[in-house]
């Protein structure tokens, strides 16, 4: 994850970069790096090269394109940068099969479609009959303007709305279970990362976080909150985090297999 960014941090959505990228230190002599060819390598991989003033070390993330990137530090090289691609490609193979292997959302949500709502797949049902026509995920009654054709964009809006109201509400009460003085909570539709906050005590969350558990949903905003103490990924802050969401590990792991279902 990155730094803060002109007071920014923001929490990435894990299947961006899944599984955690590979990283190596800049060293143009370093004599573990067996040089490659630069036509004969890009044959071979989707990749792309990103150089960054900020790195350190190399990094190879896989972006939910399938497409791997490659980023280069500071002091590092292309050729240097290819060998590491090159040095990691079982790695690269095991995350793109596993990428692959990952349900994905459908694209248009029809009646008997499966979404996921609160943690669960759950089959979009006609509602009982009424005046206007409805839909249901579990116990939950949405209208809809006509129940034939695609009813994301329908159901999606009504989400954000729920999403406002109750990762809002959550988010205020953990500041002050936590005694974290938070300024505003804002719910946004956020492509990139589950979450964000800025050094002025403004927590952002990505509203698809009503699709998921309750108790991922207060990860996110542990998260987000601990980062008001420590604007930074260190241990210190994973020590934080620790203290107020013991569980932690395991959230992490349901955003990690289920992000792609949530459309990031």
Known sequence: MPGVI?????????????????VARASPSNPSFPFLAQEEEARRVDLVFERSARAERYRL???????????????????????????HRAWLERARARQQARPRAAMFWTVGTHVLWRGELIEIRRAAEGERPAVCLAADVFRVARLEGDLRPTLEAHFLRRAKIELTARTWELAAETAMDVKEVMVRNQRTRWGSCTTGGII???WRLIQAPESVRDYVIYHELMHLKEMNHSDRFWRRVEEVCPPWREAEVWLKRNGALLGL
């Open 61 to 87: 993330t896989l972006r939910k394109d399938g497409v791997a990137v490659a980023v280069i530090p500071a002091r590092g090289t292309e050729r240097e940068a290819r060998a590491f691609v090159e040095q």
């Open 204 to 206: 952002s969350l990505n």
């Open 6 to 22: 002109q007071g920014l941090l923001d929490f990435f959505a894990p299947s961006d970069a899944s599984p955690a990228p590979l």
